[in-house]
Nanobody, 126 residues
Framework: QVLLRESGGGLVQAGGSLNLSCEAS????????MGWFLRRAPGKEREFVG????????EYADSVKGRFTISRDNAKNMLYLQMNSLKPEDTAVYYC???????????????????WGQGTQVTVSS
């Protein structure tokens, strides 16, 4: 059973920073792609934020490049999302997800990914 648990969300002023964490109960974490998505409102589609490849390199959505950094600790089965220079439009629920690297041709799509956490709310005030 795969369990993903996000933490670290909260309320922050525009220009501030937050660091999200995802604790992953996954066998073979070190060989999985790990990703972050957001959902701006209930009923809206989840949007790709970024992903970490097993080796530690990352991909990002254009909207967060230069502001967000994804990292992972394979020894602890942890994924992180460091968010800097936050904007009100970053307000959303942020989700951690995992997937198989060979199924990541369309990694920006939610159907490329396997399991999801419950999400953590990030609110950026102007």
């Amino acid at each position: 059973q795969v369990l993903l648990r996000e933490s670290g969300g909260g309320l922050v002023q525009a220009g501030g920073s937050l660091n999200l964490s995802c604790e992953a109960s996954i066998r073979g974490f070190s060989v999985r792609a790990m990703g972050w998505f957001l959902r701006r409102a209930p009923g809206k589609e989840r949007e790709f934020v970024g992903l970490s490849w097993p080796g530690g390199s990352a991909e990002y959505a254009d909207s967060v490049k230069g502001r967000f950094t994804i990292s992972r600790d394979n020894a602890k089965n942890m994924l992180y999302l460091q968010m800097n220079s936050l904007k009100p439009e970053d307000t959303a629920v942020y989700y951690c997800t995992d997937g198989r690297t060979y199924q990541m041709e369309n990694y920006y799509r939610t159907d490329a990914w396997d399991s999801w956490g419950q999400g953590t709310q990030v609110t950026v005030s102007s």
